[in-house]
């Protein structure tokens, strides 16, 4: 009569390399997972820094450059047949705009440009726009002031130097995946203004880019 079959052990050595590979592949997952996220407060600390060598591994300046291009040259087009219509002046103003696409996009195709963007300044299409240097106040935070209602008095000036500025309110983001290879960031300033976005694409496996801009105001 055959002895019957026995149950090899298993050795501690193989169970404890297979927890340490299936440990390793869970963090390289996560760490992908969270790499945007990564590269976004790298992106965010360079800009604030005018960091243009750090600037350079995150930034696809081609790429960016003709986003601006084409998003900006569509919000003008759009300002164009809202206001020929009714104000005829003011759609000249956004045809002298237009003209002045390129100097505005290579304002913005720039360390200062990617951190005005990336503060919740995008651009606005006005004649000579230019993104803010630092320590200099920027011309979108004075737009985002709800103008006075018909009717209404205007708000009253500071009456007294002594008293500070309010601290610019920081723009309402929203951060995901749109693909695999996709992530967007979504800003939005206040209530009664237009969202925009700033799209970084993968570049490898861990590694991302800023690669164009959403205008949709």
């Given at each position: 009569?055959?002895?019957p079959v026995?149950?090899t052990p298993?050795?501690?050595?193989?169970?404890?390399?297979?927890?340490?590979?299936?440990?390793?592949?869970?963090a390289?997952?996560?760490?992908?997972?969270?790499?945007?996220?990564?590269?976004?407060?790298r992106?965010?600390?360079?800009?604030?820094?005018?960091?243009?060598q750090?600037l350079?591994?995150y930034?696809?300046?081609?790429?960016?450059?003709?986003?601006?291009?084409?998003?900006?040259?569509?919000?003008?087009?759009?300002?164009?047949d809202?206001?020929?219509?009714?104000?005829?002046?003011?759609?000249?103003?956004?045809?002298?705009?237009m003209?002045?696409?390129?100097?505005?996009?290579?304002?913005?195709?720039t360390?200062?440009?990617?951190?005005?963007?990336l503060?919740?300044?995008?651009?606005?299409?006005?004649?000579?726009?230019h993104?803010?240097?630092?320590?200099?106040?920027?011309?979108?935070?004075?737009?985002?002031?709800?103008?006075?209602?018909?009717?209404q008095?205007?708000?009253?000036?500071a009456?007294?130097?002594?008293q500070p500025?309010?601290a610019?309110?920081?723009?309402k983001?929203?951060?995901?995946?749109?693909?695999?290879?996709?992530?967007?960031?979504?800003?939005?300033?206040?209530?009664?203004?237009?969202?925009?976005?700033?799209i970084l694409?993968?570049?490898?496996?861990?590694s991302?880019?800023?690669?164009?801009?959403?205008?949709?105001?």
């Open positions: 009569m055959s002895d026995r149950s298993r050795s501690p050595v193989a169970l404890a390399i297979k927890v340490a590979i299936a440990f390793a592949v869970i390289v997952l996560s760490y992908a997972y969270a790499s945007p996220y990564i590269a976004l407060d992106l965010k600390r360079a800009a604030d820094a005018r960091d243009a750090t350079n591994q930034v696809d300046y081609p790429a960016l450059r003709q986003s601006l291009k084409d998003q900006v040259t569509q919000l003008l087009t759009r300002r164009i809202e206001q020929k219509l009714h104000n005829p002046f003011a759609a000249i103003g956004a045809m002298i705009g003209a002045l696409v390129g100097p505005l996009v290579d304002a913005y195709a360390p200062d440009g990617v951190a005005a963007i503060d919740g300044m995008p651009p606005r299409g006005t004649p000579g726009e993104p803010p240097e630092p320590g200099e106040p920027s011309e979108n935070m004075a737009s985002n002031e709800a103008p006075s209602q018909p009717g008095p205007a708000s009253a000036p009456t007294s130097s002594s500025a309010s610019p309110v920081p723009p983001t929203t951060a995901g995946y749109r693909g695999v290879n996709e992530f967007a960031v979504t800003y939005q300033r206040s209530a009664g203004n237009a969202q925009y976005s700033a694409h993968r570049d490898g496996l861990f991302w880019k800023l690669v164009a801009v959403e205008l949709n105001g």
